[in-house]
């Protein structure tokens, strides 16, 4: 599948990091991981970090499928309000899913921290804005959820917000713990490191044949070899549907646009905080270390890439006007454009563990709107269950409901 319209932004600004070898020849280890996105270099890292025999396989170069879009906000707050994610799976359990999210930030940023990787990394506020007067009653909900749950927020009203800021909506939400990244670099770091510790990566190697046997697993691969592996990792994202059974996700076309470095941000809330707000689908705001704007959304349910990629300049042209209308002091000249492809499950929540009628594999399938959190959540499972500890999430994240 074609996700990535041409011309993301994150590997024109950045280049190519690193580049890393096709398998030539058969092979053999452990866990055999396909996919060297973000999701996978995570997977990486931890099962490097842990002693694993694992090994990461990826059909394009790393990092160059959705990865390459990402806008790179973490938030801990998922697509599904926090209140309605109680009503539909329990309260404790819908508290918990907003903690673990709030965890995996945290701990994305220790792990930047203890690599020393130069990957954008920065801890932000996030505010939430009511789109309209008729989304108030719903967002104040919300605010007492959270409030209850124990998390850190504020309650913006229309007078606040326009004391702030030069936003106009009637109320908003002000939450702490969010944080932002260039995912494309982060994924980068993490594979280096990973193969630092002797993991050995190889993109450019598509798997073509997946074979189960009473050993393991059999794949082969494009280039007409073999690896043998114990146990299968499933990290390639919205790739992954050959793999599952149908009907579990949805695809949609995301859109973005992204600015020259601006000298000034006049306007903008809480020191440059993420923004959100409450329509569906909704739009996202984001700003990045070297004095650009970021605004993306206006969503599209997808069909092809062909007709995803001929509404670029239309979408283009939309997000600049919204955002002009948001933030009239900042003078936004578009640097960028692109559209990347993304999936929802029905619940909003990511498929991390093992399926049922899929033997010796791990899935690690951050959908949604915080897919790079739920990397890492994905990431801490597949490495306690490989190495036979306890891990809750899988409950909390499995393929049950």
Same mark, same amino acid.
């Given at each position: 599948?074609?996700?990535?319209?041409?011309?993301?932004?994150?590997?024109?600004?950045?280049?190519?990091?690193?580049?890393?070898?096709?398998?030539?020849?058969?092979?053999?280890?452990?866990?055999?991981?396909?996919?060297?996105?973000?999701?996978?270099?995570?997977?990486?890292?931890?099962? &490097?970090?842990?002693?694993? =025999? *694992?090994?990461?396989? !990826?059909?394009?170069?790393? +990092?160059? @499928?959705?990865? /390459?879009?990402?806008?790179?906000?973490?938030?801990?707050?998922?697509?599904?309000?926090?209140?309605?994610?109680?009503?539909?799976?329990?309260?404790?359990?819908?508290?918990?899913?907003?903690?673990?999210?709030?965890?995996?930030?945290?701990?994305?940023?220790?792990?930047?921290?203890?690599?020393?990787?130069?990957?954008?990394?920065?801890?932000?506020?996030?505010?939430?804005?009511?789109?309209?007067?008729?989304?108030?009653?719903?967002?104040?909900?919300?605010?007492?959820?959270?409030?209850?749950?124990?998390?850190?927020?504020?309650?913006?009203?229309?007078?606040?917000?326009?004391?702030?800021?030069?936003?106009?909506?009637?109320? &908003?939400?002000?939450?702490? =713990? *969010?944080?932002?990244? !260039?995912?494309?670099?982060? +994924?980068? @770091?993490?594979? /280096?490191?990973?193969?630092?510790?002797?993991?050995?990566?190889?993109?450019?190697?598509?798997?073509?044949?997946?074979?189960?046997?009473?050993?393991?697993?059999?794949?082969?691969?494009?280039?007409?070899?073999?690896?043998?592996?114990?146990?299968?990792?499933?990290?390639?994202?919205?790739?992954?549907?050959?793999?599952?059974?149908?009907?579990?996700?949805a695809l949609h076309s995301?859109?973005?646009?992204?600015?020259?470095?601006?000298?000034?941000?006049?306007?903008?809330?809480?020191?440059?905080?993420?923004?959100?707000?409450?329509?569906?689908?909704?739009?996202?705001?984001?700003?990045?270390?070297?004095?650009?704007?970021?605004?993306?959304?206006f969503d599209e349910p997808?069909?092809?890439? !062909?007709?995803?990629?001929?509404?670029l300049a239309a979408k /283009?042209?939309?997000?600049?006007?919204?955002?002009?209308?948001?933030?009239?002091?900042?003078?936004?000249?578009?640097?960028?454009?692109?559209?990347?492809?993304?999936?929802?499950?029905?619940?909003?929540?990511?498929?991390?563990?093992?399926?049922?009628?899929?033997?010796?594999?791990?899935?690690?399938?951050?959908?949604?709107?915080?897919?790079?959190?739920?990397?890492?959540?994905?990431?801490?499972?597949?490495?306690?269950?490989?190495?036979?500890?306890?891990?809750?999430?899988?409950?909390?994240?499995?393929?049950?409901?």
């Amino acid at each position: 599948m074609k996700l990535l319209s041409p011309q993301p932004f994150w590997p024109i600004r950045d280049g190519i990091p690193a580049s890393y070898p096709p398998l030539e020849r058969d092979a053999r280890c452990d866990v055999a991981i396909i996919g060297g996105g973000i999701t996978g270099a995570l997977v990486a890292w931890h099962l &490097a970090d842990a002693g694993v =025999d *694992a090994m990461v396989l !990826d059909r394009r170069e790393v +990092a160059h @499928g959705s990865t /390459a879009g990402s806008t790179g906000l973490l938030q801990y707050e998922i697509d599904r309000p926090l209140w309605q994610l109680a009503r539909e799976i329990g309260r404790e359990r819908a508290v918990r899913n907003y903690r673990r999210c709030r965890e995996a930030n945290r701990a994305i940023g220790r792990i930047v921290r203890r690599l020393g990787l130069k990957c954008g990394f920065e801890r932000k506020s996030s505010l939430m804005v009511a789109s309209r007067a008729a989304h108030v009653a719903a967002l104040r909900r919300e605010f007492e959820a959270r409030r209850a749950a124990g998390f850190a927020v504020d309650w913006w009203t229309r007078g606040r917000i326009a004391r702030e800021c030069t936003l106009r909506h009637p109320a &908003a939400i002000l939450s702490r =713990d *969010a944080a932002q990244v !260039d995912s494309y670099l982060l +994924a980068y @770091g993490l594979l /280096a490191a990973a193969a630092r510790k002797g993991m050995p990566i190889h993109d450019r190697t598509a798997v073509t044949r997946t074979r189960f046997t009473v050993r393991g697993v059999e794949l082969r691969t494009s280039r007409g070899v073999t690896v043998r592996a114990k146990r299968l990792v499933i990290a390639s994202g919205y790739e992954a549907s050959a793999h599952l059974p149908p009907s579990l996700t949805a695809l949609h076309s995301t859109f973005a646009i992204v600015s020259e470095p601006l000298r000034a941000f006049g306007g903008w809330p809480a020191e440059r905080c993420l923004i959100w707000e409450t329509a569906r689908p909704y739009l996202y705001l984001r700003t990045t270390e070297d004095d650009r704007a970021i605004i993306g959304g206006f969503d599209e349910p997808f069909q092809d890439p !062909d007709r995803r990629d001929r509404l670029l300049a239309a979408k /283009a042209a939309a997000l600049q006007r919204r955002f002009r209308g948001f933030f009239p002091q900042i003078d936004f000249e578009l640097a960028g454009v692109w559209a990347g492809t993304f999936a929802e499950t029905p619940h909003g929540l990511p498929y991390i563990g093992r399926h049922p009628d899929v033997p010796r594999t791990w899935f690690a399938l951050g959908y949604g709107g915080n897919g790079i959190t739920y990397s890492l959540l994905a990431a801490e499972l597949i490495r306690d269950q490989i190495a036979g500890r306890p891990n809750r999430d899988e409950e909390l994240f499995g393929f049950d409901d």
